[in-house]
């Protein structure tokens, strides 16, 4: 639904965007991850032809983004980080003027409204100014208003900031939804957990550069294996584990981490070790690469070099 080879954006002779290419399949949810300043928004109004690139390519629903923007926006929705709703109506009125300034006849959009009033759990505040909503609830608003015509791809850029975490859990279950239903939907977020929890692919943006992309677990596994970390009471259980484990110490002092395949049988196996030697660990964890670590150790990289 989405392709993107070698786009190039630049302001002057600050590199904003630098030669990133993408894939996204219809119906999925992709998620653009990375820091502020990244590169995240401007590829979104890149590709929702709203500033021009300078060079490479982009087509959505096989439109190129410049060469044939009207057909492009046509099918496609944004959603920007801020909520743009007129909170002196309600959200009925919201509803029903952007139906009309999007297209729709006087039936059509009231029939759309009461449509997505439903669907967002906005009806029983359907009448109350927006001025008087949560962030969680003028967000939905929002969101509803970009689904007015019915769009084959949404773009929502940051659509869980400023949010509470309740209001935060709702919006990722309205977008699970529309996924469900065949939207495809392009996420920029700077929270991880947001990514893992949502995506079905990810790509990694830093400094302009789309330095790794894959699923969730795809890229977790670029940090590696998963490890046991066992803690002790005295430093010289410490020492000795480590040594007969073949372990990494902590820089607590207390612990100590082993590398795992995942399996019960090399925790049991490990344990069974450190009770021949007449060591009793106080803890033990099992710890699983996070996108955090994926995150932090690929920027790092990137920032060294």
């Not at 439109?63 to 709703?85: E, H």
């Not at 279950?173 to 469900?180: A, G, H, R, T």
């Not at 294996?225 to 040594?243: G, R």
């Not at 106080?282 to 990137?302: C, G, Q, W, Y």
Request: hydrophobic share 40%; charged share 30%.
């Amino acid at each position: 639904m989405i392709f993107v080879k070698n786009l190039k954006k630049n302001y002057g002779e600050k590199i904003v965007l630098d030669d990133i290419s993408f894939e996204v399949e219809e119906g999925t949810i992709f998620a653009l991850l990375g820091e502020n300043g990244a590169g995240k928004t401007t590829t979104v109004r890149m590709l929702s032809t709203l500033i021009k690139y300078d060079a490479g390519q982009a087509t959505i629903g096989g439109f190129d983004c410049m060469k044939d923007s009207s057909s492009v926006r046509k099918i496609i929705s944004l959603t920007g980080q801020y909520a743009a709703v007129d909170e002196l109506l309600t959200a009925e009125e919201n509803l029903l003027m952007m139906g009309r300034l999007s297209g729709l006849d006087k039936r059509a959009a009231k029939k759309r409204t009461a449509e997505l009033l439903e669907q967002f759990d906005l009806v029983e505040a359907a009448n109350r100014a927006v001025k008087t909503f949560s962030g969680g609830m003028r967000r939905r608003v929002d969101i509803a208003i970009s689904l007015l015509a019915s769009p084959k791809v949404i773009f929502l850029d940051e659509p869980t900031t400023g949010l509470d975490p309740r209001s935060r859990m709702n919006m990722w279950k309205v977008i699970k939804d529309l996924s469900k239903k065949g939207v495809t939907i392009f996420l920029t977020t700077q929270y991880l957990e947001e990514a893992e929890q949502l995506a079905d692919k990810i790509a990694v943006i830093h400094h302009g550069k789309v330095v790794v992309e894959g699923t969730a677990n795809e890229l977790k596994n670029i940090v590696g294996e998963e490890k046991i970390e066992f803690t002790f009471q005295e430093q010289n259980e410490v020492e000795k584990a480590c040594k007969i484990l073949k372990g990494r110490q902590h820089t607590n002092h207390v612990s100590i981490a082993v590398t795992s395949d995942g399996s019960t049988e090399k925790l049991r196996k490990s344990l069974n070790i450190l009770h021949d030697h007449d060591i009793e660990p106080s803890a033990v964890h099992l710890i699983k690469p996070t996108l955090d670590d994926v995150f932090m150790n690929i920027t790092s990289e990137r920032t060294d070099k």
